[in-house]
């Protein structure tokens, strides 16, 4: 109980609306990046021109897996694996490029590395949805007070009551503020899904701990 109500006191928990509120942006932008370069790499794969644009990407793309590892580690502090090629070990120095090649493409989290791109894209829609949703019912909650009687506005909280007294208002608000502990905790849910996630995708491959 005493988490539950400390929630909205936690930098923890802000940290992981910060993670919540980049999920779209960077999720759009990450599925952008690799529906283009893989339709352009497959387009002119049969002029070899595509191939260098298709390895290009798959290197992106786990450039783009390690970046969310980190923004895991660091918003959520919680560790997760970086994909070998993001931390500098593309070619080894006793390896030829060929071989570094292969390595690559025989990587689990090459390949893990795309389908995280996808899957941060839906986590990015709903973590968009949830965070714009749960923000707009708390400031409409909480202003019920200092809008109530203003004759420009008709304050509806639900199809059938029309909060029009000052009683009704202050009721209003201390449903927000009941809101703001639930929402804290559910958007921390939320973050916490998307960590795992990552995590269990770059962490295929791994050697089990200790």
Partial sequence: MTEFFAAPFRLGTYKRLGYLLLAFPLGLAYFLGLTVGGSVGLGLAVTWV???????????????????????TVLLDREVSVPPAFRGEFRRADEGYLDALRRFLAEPTTWTSVALVFVRFVFGIVAFTATVTAGSVLLALLAAPFVYNDPTVTYVTTEF??????????????????WLFLAANLLNVLAGVGGRLTEAFLSVGDEPRQ
């Fill in 161 to 178: 009551v029309t909060v029009d007294t000052l009683p009704e208002a202050i009721g209003t608000a201390c449903v927000g503020v009941l």
């Fill in 50 to 72: 595509g191939i260098p644009i298709l390895l290009g990407t798959l290197l992106a793309t786990t450039a783009v897996a390690g970046v969310e590892a980190k923004l895991t």
